[in-house]
């Protein structure tokens, strides 16, 4: 085992610039008479950071790595039968179940509260199929699981560096591999600290652009809650609702050896045992920051385990008859209300997704069949109505014992297809009539791809919109998040900025039907697409262009030092890129962008010119001097996290200290 311990840069990612940009910045270098033995390497970005553990396995030492306990069969050991760096390599042979695999505790070997990166090698002895998994037992005893990265291929896959942390409640923490039962190889399993993150205090904050239209929230994991960075995000932009990621799903409250037990003891498999023990993390969060909840997700098909639909609670039983079905769903729904109120009074549960995703894109019911795995288009619901029919009563339960003040909601994706809006529309429409029903969900997962090719069409997503509208009903934009491409380009991440500033502006046109906008993830790595980069910041907590881009001309409410806000008091947010001190491009961000902006402005200015206004915000180093190379060299710096943006402008001499650092 080979233990480092040392400060040092560490390449966290690359960026490269043109051979246009090469050339103008060695002209830039020579025109700011910067030592040339202070020059940035303009192809690698780097971020200081620690690296705690690094594991090439060339000792034959695995004694940091177990198989996962319990019924793994798992033998680790090391291996000369492939390698990526020197001839050995973990092995992880023996496995029998796709759970098995090797598996690393980070709880005795790291601290909590602190955020780490962890990248690797990985080989399947055929094929990888192997998923990068977290795990923790939360206070109350119980197990948790996470996905955190998959990893398909022939040959060594990588594993980028991927985020992890963890809170001082957790124990038993583990990252491990699994996926299929052949043999798996690692090597260079490295553990870094990451580096500490400031967030960008002087952008404005999302609840307060919105705040005279809907609440703007998120859906966090309580992984989530031991990330300072991540947390601080939450504090400031998305402070107006919070739901819980996977926690208060189904398959997450649901208590299999409970039910079991109860059903054991008093002969009656009607009552559904449940725990909020994977929640509780989310929800004292909630209730210590005064946060409203949105309570996701009630009956589904999908993470509802199919034992809750078999006689006995057995994997293996036969399905119940609709009649017990409805007296589970009433007991689970009541347990379900009841608990949360018992547990915490203080919370709003302002809004509950009371059934999801019950209908097909053409706006039929599901297959009927046993759900398996997350994902299956099978619903055992289906299976034991043979129909729909079971929503109209889901409904009548969370009427029934909801909590007061808290709406109902029927919630879906892909809800701009025509198919499926018209069989919403209807069931709404009837349940409306009822009284059984508050508001419809559109969970907006979109996909902007090259941008002209998005999908759905802004003008589709926004028919959707007139659709839901028209109903009467509220309106709640649950789970928003919109993917580019693989392995984005600027011109990806622009296409993307327009995209979710057409969208927005439909969304803010609807206000009057629309009471919440919720992001599905904070920062792009911790997304469920994140190869895709969705989100409104990216893996260093950095506003990408689409946040820019669906604040931009919008009014800000004014926060008062004292005393109660004056709600007619407001501001106006400044269009993209204005008087941000670095942005010399003004696309709303300082990044490398604006490095290459001005050492192309330098080389020609008369193809790549900068604005009267771009010159002013590139002028930072010896303010008033106009701009030059060492402007473009101090904006690398940024990149670099030797400096932040907060600190500009900054003075020639202190200029000349960081290059000499």
Not at 267 to 293: E, R, W
Not at 363 to 389: C, I, K, L, M, Y
Not at 476 to 503: C, H, R, V, W
Not at 591 to 619: F, R, V, W
Request: proline letters at 4%; charged letters at 25%.
């Amino acid at each position: 085992m080979h233990i480092l311990i040392m400060e040092g840069m560490i390449i966290m990612k690359k960026k490269h610039f043109n051979r246009f940009a090469a050339c103008t910045f060695a002209a830039a270098m020579a025109i700011s008479a910067m030592p040339t033995a202070c020059a940035i390497d303009t192809t690698e970005i780097t971020s200081n950071g620690t690296v705690i553990y690094s594991f090439d396995f060339e000792d034959d030492d695995v004694s940091a790595f177990t198989n996962r306990g319990g019924n793994d069969t798992t033998v680790i050991s090391t291996t000369d039968e492939s390698a990526v760096s020197g001839s050995k390599s973990l092995l992880a042979s023996g496995r029998s179940s796709s759970w098995n695999g090797p598996a690393f505790q980070l709880d005795d070997k790291l601290e909590p509260f602190t955020e780490y990166y962890i990248s690797a090698k990985v080989k399947g002895k055929y094929y990888t199929g192997a998923t990068f998994s977290f795990q923790y037992t939360n206070a109350d005893g119980e197990t948790t699981y996470h996905n955190l990265a998959s990893l398909n291929g022939n040959d060594w896959q990588t594993l980028e560096p991927t985020k992890v942390s963890f809170t001082d409640e957790m124990t038993g923490v583990f990252v491990y591999f699994e996926g299929g039962t052949d043999d798996l190889l690692v090597d260079d399993f490295v553990v870094e600290k990451a580096p500490a993150v400031e967030i960008e205090q002087d952008i404005p904050s999302l609840s307060d652009v919105f705040a005279d239209a809907f609440k703007v929230g998120n859906a966090i994991t309580p992984n989530d809650l031991s990330s300072k960075a991540t947390m601080e995000l939450i504090e400031k932009h998305f402070s107006g609702s919070l739901t819980a990621g996977n926690e208060m799903k189904p398959d997450a409250v649901l208590n299999q050896s409970a039910c079991q037990a109860y059903f054991e003891e008093t002969g009656d498999d009607t009552v559904p045992q449940i725990s909020f023990s994977a929640a509780k993390p989310f929800l004292n969060y909630c209730q210590k920051n005064n946060i409203p909840v949105r309570i996701h997700t009630l009956v589904w098909h999908s993470q509802t385990p199919d034992w809750f639909f078999k006689e006995g609670y057995t994997n293996d039983g036969e399905w119940v008859s609709k009649e017990k079905m409805l007296a589970r769903m009433e007991n689970y729904i009541k347990a379900y209300f009841e608990e949360l109120i018992k547990l915490y009074p203080d919370i709003d549960f302002y809004a509950c997704d009371v059934v999801n995703e019950a209908w097909t894109d053409g706006g039929t019911p599901r297959n009927a069949g046993e759900q398996g795995q997350s994902g299956s288009s099978n619903s055992a619901w289906v299976q034991v109505f043979g129909d729909n029919s079971f929503i109209e009563p889901a409904f009548e339960f969370a009427r029934k014992y909801a909590p007061e003040g808290c709406k109902l909601y029927y919630n879906d994706f892909n809800e701009y297809m025509d198919g499926k809006i018209k069989a919403v529309c209807e069931m709404a429409t009837d349940l409306k009539e009822k009284g059984l029903i508050d508001g419809i969900g559109m969970q907006s997962h979109l996909d902007v791809r090259s941008g002209s090719d998005a999908f759905p069409a802004v003008n589709i997503y926004n028919r959707a919109l007139d659709k839901y509208s028209e109903l009467g009903l509220d309106i709640q934009i649950t789970e928003l998040d919109a993917t580019t491409t693989t392995n984005p380009t600027d011109e990806s991440f622009a296409a993307q900025a327009e995209y979710y500033k057409g969208i927005v502006d439909s969304i803010y046109a609807h206000k009057d039907n629309i009471s919440a906008l919720v992001i599905w993830g904070v920062t792009d790595d911790g997304s469920w697409r994140a190869d895709r980069c969705p989100l409104l910041f990216d893996a260093d907590y950095k506003a990408k262009p689409a946040f820019y881009s669906i604040i931009e001309g919008r009014e800000i409410p004014e926060k008062p030092t004292t005393g109660k806000p004056d709600e007619n008091t407001t501001t106006t947010a400044e269009p993209i890129g204005k008087t941000l001190i670095g942005d010399a491009n003004e696309d709303g961000s300082v990044d490398i962008a604006d490095a290459t902006a001005i050492i192309q402005h330098m080389g020609n200015p008369d193809e790549y010119a900068l604005s009267e206004q771009g010159k002013l915000n590139a002028d930072i180093v010896n303010q008033g001097d106009g701009v030059t190379g060492a402007d473009a060299v101090a904006l690398q710096l940024i990149e670099a996290k030797k400096i932040k943006q907060s600190d500009l402008p900054i003075t020639m001499e202190q200029y000349n200290e960081l290059l000499s650092e």
